[in-house]
């Protein structure tokens, strides 16, 4: 079963529809990443799941039982939020310690799970410090220690590394991974960044304007995204206009191609997407499907590729990718011939 299901969810601020009849299920024990651009109902959909908001039509069911009338500090949950929320007068222990104490958990208790929590975040010596004499990092550990300490079957992560530097960011959310396996409790983490939500997530959920368009794992939502707004979404897939041709292509005129996808193209197919990757330079012009020709407007080297902007023919400026170990990029000005393979075009629904 479901550790929580959310059915129907309905929630608007005045004019504002933040949650759209959104449907979510949530495994125990899962990762998953809610991902969406600003003001997309992320933030909202966490805190009506903590009880901070009430959702005006539909349920939030956590083991298949309505928890409408649970108080949010009674619900078997606990959130984090992006700012660490952390109590400037109390230690790191005193901090982590407060739920418990609210809860009357008796002392020796109380002191032998602060320490174990303050253990998995790796805190052992910092008990006495203050907030203000920790580092952002820091910071965020004490912020999850204290929202792991009550052994929550579920943790909200409002943006949690959004404070970290991206060095630090990055081995934080690797000790996050780690530390969601180790405590078997699954974990709902909001973040604006496409590369962590498909990194540490077991299942990325996209949020549009308060609906949930596509969920799925990482690596099956950015190959085969739903929609243009997932496709550009997650790794700037270009998204090509146009019609189906009735004869199981695509017809783009943006650059003046037929496209030709492994996935079927029928009268539903709205646009298809091409990720930059997947776009190859040909030393010659291709006939047929799945090829077309284009001159470079801007080169942009990011490391480990070149970000081309390409002009095709019928007038779309694609973006395609160019890996360093095929040379230098073709300068700017120059005609390039551009193929891919029917496996890289991903028709869309929306
Ligand atoms: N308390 C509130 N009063 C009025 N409008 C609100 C309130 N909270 C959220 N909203 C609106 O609801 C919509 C969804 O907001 P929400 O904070 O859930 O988005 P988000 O996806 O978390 O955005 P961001 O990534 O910018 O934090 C937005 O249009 C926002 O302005």
């Not at 790191?92 to 303050?118: F, I």
């Not at 794992?217 to 790794?235: D, K, M, N």
């Not at 080297?301 to 070149?306: Q, W």
């Amino acid at each position: 079963m479901a550790l929580l299901s959310l059915r129907g969810l309905v929630k608007r601020f005045g004019d504002t529809v933040a949650l759209d009849h959104l449907d979510l299920d949530v495994a125990p024990g899962e990762f998953l990443t809610l991902l969406g651009g600003s003001g997309s109902g992320k933030s909202t959909l966490l805190r009506v799941v903590a009880g901070f908001e009430t959702a005006e039509s539909g349920a939030v069911l956590l083991e298949g039982r309505d928890i409408a009338a649970v108080p949010p500090h009674a619900r078997p949950l606990n959130m984090m939020f992006q700012s660490y929320a952390l109590f400037p007068h109390l230690s790191v222990a005193g901090n982590v310690a407060y739920g418990l104490k609210r809860d009357d958990v008796p002392r020796a208790e109380r002191d032998r799970r602060v320490a174990e929590a303050l253990a998995l975040v790796r805190l052992q010596g910092f008990e006495r410090r203050l907030p203000y004499r920790l580092s952002g990092g820091q910071k965020q550990r004490v912020a999850l220690a204290r929202a792991l300490v009550k052994r929550p079957r579920l943790l909200l992560l409002d943006e949690p590394l959004g404070a970290l530097d991206a060095n630090l960011r990055e081995r934080t959310g690797f000790e996050l991974r780690a530390l969601q396996r180790e405590t078997g409790a699954a974990f709902i983490m909001v973040t604006h960044d496409q590369n962590e939500a498909l990194a540490l997530a077991d299942r990325v959920a996209v949020l549009e304007a308060g609906r949930l368009v596509q969920a799925g794992p990482p690596r099956a939502v950015y190959e085969r995204p739903a929609t243009r707004f997932v496709a550009g979404f997650l790794g700037g897939a270009n998204v090509l206009e146009g019609q189906p041709d009735g004869a199981g292509g695509f017809d783009c005129p943006g650059l003046a191609a037929t496209l030709r996808a492994e996935a079927p193209v029928d009268r539903g197919t709205a646009a298809c997407a091409l990720r930059p990757e997947r776009i190859t330079l040909r030393p010659s012009p291709l006939a047929g499907a799945n090829a077309s020709q284009g001159v470079v407007e801007e080169v942009a080297f990011r490391g480990d590729d070149s970000l081309l902007l390409v002009r095709a023919a019928g007038g779309a400026l694609l973006r395609v990718g160019h890996a360093e170990e095929d040379g230098a990029p073709p300068p700017r000005g120059s005609t390039v011939h551009l193929a891919w393979e029917a496996a890289a075009v991903v028709p869309l629904r929306g």
